[in-house]
């Protein structure tokens, strides 16, 4: 069984955080192979001295639905602040890291660009550099495998809280690695402008887990990292039908197969599966359902769509899978389906780092010739990457 970071540092990497003032960036994901949270084993080490929480998008408890800001709150158990950054601020302030001696990260990803916890590790990390406060990640798995990499990468133009830095959307890297991978952009900087930072980042591995493995066969209990991922199935998807976000196509949201339910009160059902069932994509089947969302697009109205199965995940290809939803969607249903705009920008782009593969579906490319058109990419990022990796 996989131990992750938390047990490790508690068991044999304590002196990184005893004697020391530590705020803790986590969420409800924070536990142990037990259930036991991350606050609990804390408070357990009479010399670790807990002064802050952290907090990410959906809040301390995960409880808050997407996009909603979160404000900072106390900890009535444990009598210290609890910091949101998801609201008033998106990273911790020069204020909020006053009288702390180092950070600590531990909570779960699910292995996407666009997934904003790992937006919250960036700009915590580039925080802590500019502010000499150590950082420490305790490492927990990619849920969807650590050696698949697929999509583009982000392009400087299109970066947001759903996409800082130039990943691919499927990234295939521990938070650990990212971490190291953030770094070193950090130091790069630093050494153009002729000076270095004061900050340590220290990795707490885990053990016995490989990049080969998918999240259910770590040993690990799963957690929902937040309201809309409910099991490493959603998380399996998520790479590819979280595209459909920025589109007028229900992702699920408001159902109780988020990113799994995919439709609209204007499709036919039978024949848009039927249409995606004859393109033969590996790993997946499509089957005609009815659903009616209770919040988010089309509440409570009933929508015609599919259910995406994942009948072979290791042959499955997620993004290739969003793409095909949204040509067949645009092929039968040219006078319905359309990308989403707030204030002129296309959302959709900022999810997929780019301009270029909204334009190259609107003009008609198809998904196959817009994959391959990112291998190269797919391929520098691979390499990239390499450094950083931890783990076989």
Known sequence: MTEVGLTILLRERSELVNGRSIGLITNHTGVDAQFRSNLTLFAEQPKIQLAALFS????????VQAGIHVTSTSSKRQQIPIHSLYGDTREPTSEMLTGIDALVYDIQDVGSRFYTYISTLFRSVRAAAANGVDFIVLDRPNPIRGDRVEGNQLQP????????TNL??????????????????????????????????????????????????AGLPWVPPSPNMPTIE???????????EGTNLSEGRGTTKPFEWIGAPWIDAEKWADKLNNIALPGIYFRPIYFTPTFSKYANQPCHGVQVYVTDRDRLKPIDVGLHLITTAQHLYPDHFHFLQNRGQYFFD?????????????????PSTIVQA?????ESFAARRCPYLLYD
């Open 234 to 244: 959603t998380a399996t998807l998520y790479p590819g039908t979280c595209l459909l």
């Open 157 to 164: 133009p299109f970066q947001s809280f759903i996409g800082e």
């Open 350 to 366: 900022l999810l997929a780092g780019t301009d270029g593969v909204r334009l190259r579906l609107t003009g008609g490319e198809s």
């Open 56 to 63: 990410p998008e959906h809040g301390i408890a995960g409880s």
């Open 374 to 378: 990112w291998e190269s990419e797919v």
């Open 168 to 217: 691919t959307i499927r990234h295939g890297m521990t938070v650990g690695e990212l971490a190291y991978f953030c770094k070193a952009e950090i130091d790069s900087a630093a050494r153009s402008k002729s000076h270095q930072g004061s900050s340590q980042l220290d990795v707490v591995p885990m053990r016995g887990w490989k990049r080969t493995m998918w999240f259910d066969e």
